[in-house]
């Protein structure tokens, strides 16, 4: 395990036609440390993400994953080391089948059949697909969050020490955010989770990262950040719901008062 599993200095990134995604661009994560990416639509998550395992190699800046530097010659022990769940699913699947596609990267890693089958069974109950239902399906008629349960579940199989996440509760319905934000909360990996969903990011990092304009503009707690509703309102971002929703804090007052009932009671019959 490494100390660092991720440190990038001085990244800037710029696309071909001109758009300067991301901007001096410092930043280190322990092992084992989950980290919420955040930030308004266009504001460099995705490209951020496509530098940790080298889909995006570094025009400007160093990115160091482990002991290695995100190059050409590295990639495939790069790409080893961390598994990117992209964005949109249709970017990931490339296989015909469910099991074609998830069992590709442990095939790839020169695993015996056994241990590839273990795996793909492995990682199709981390994320909730029946084996049975789903194993020889046609991965391209599944739907949007069934997509999105393949792609992580072929990221899964690799069995990555870094785990790279785009949206990943997007199109995700309620009970599958939920076995998800379950499930990575389980896992003993490096996380980085570039999300839209401020409820999860609470939930499960402490740490949060804000990106603005291709610039870091925010390192640090997540829960002081998202308390910062004028910080947040600046940076075209909201208060988690669970923070904001009236009714939310209206419960709150009441499980208060209702505590303090509960404690008035407790003295009579206690003291
Ligand atoms: N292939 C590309 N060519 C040109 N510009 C691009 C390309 N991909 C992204 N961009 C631009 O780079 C900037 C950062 O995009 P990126 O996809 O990293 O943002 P994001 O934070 O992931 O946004 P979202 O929340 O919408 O997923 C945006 O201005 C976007 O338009
Ligand atoms: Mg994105």
């Known amino acids: 395990m490494h100390h660092n599993p991720i440190s990038i200095t001085q990244l800037s990134h710029s696309y071909p036609d001109g758009t300067e995604a991301l901007r001096q661009i410092n930043l280190s994560i322990r092992a084992t440390e989950r ?47 961390v598994g990117l769940v992209f964005q949109n699913p249709d970017d990931q699947i ?18 015996s059949q056994e241990a590839v089958l273990h795996r793909v069974h492995h990682a199709m109950l981390a994320v909730g697909l029946d084996y049975e239902t789903y194993a020889a399906r046609i991965a391209s008629n599944l739907s949007g969050g069934e997509k999105k349960r393949v792609a992580i579940a072929g990221v899964l199989a690799m069995q990555p020490q870094v785990l790279a996440l785009d949206e990943p509760s ?89 505590q303090a009932v509960q404690n008035r009671i407790a003295g009579q019959y206690y003291r």
């Not at 490339?94 to 596609?101: G, L």
């Not at 002081?224 to 910080?231: G, I, L, P």
Request: with cysteine.
């Open 35 to 81: 980290v919420a990416l955040v930030g308004a639509n266009g504001s460099g998550k995705s490209t951020l993400l496509l530098h940790l395992n080298g889909i995006l190699l570094p025009q400007t800046g160093e990115v160091v994953i482990g002991e290695l530097s995100v190059a050409a010659a590295n990639l495939v022990a790069v790409r080893n080391f």
């Open 170 to 258: 997007a199109q995700l319905d309620p009970r599958s955010r939920r076995q998800l934000i379950q499930l990575l909360h389980q896992l003993p990996l490096t996380q980085v989770i570039a999300t839209h969903d401020l409820d999860l990011a609470l939930e499960l990092c402490s740490r949060t990262i804000v990106l603005s304009h291709g610039q870091i503009v925010f390192d640090g707690s997540t829960e002081v950040v998202m308390n910062d509703r004028a910080f947040l309102e600046k940076h075209a971002l909201e208060m988690p719901l669970s923070y904001a929703r009236p009714y939310c804090e209206l419960q709150h007052q009441c499980e208060l008062q209702h």
């Open 94 to 111: 490339f296989m015909p089948t469910v099991w074609e596609d998830i069992s590709f990267g442990p095939m790839n890693q020169g695993l």
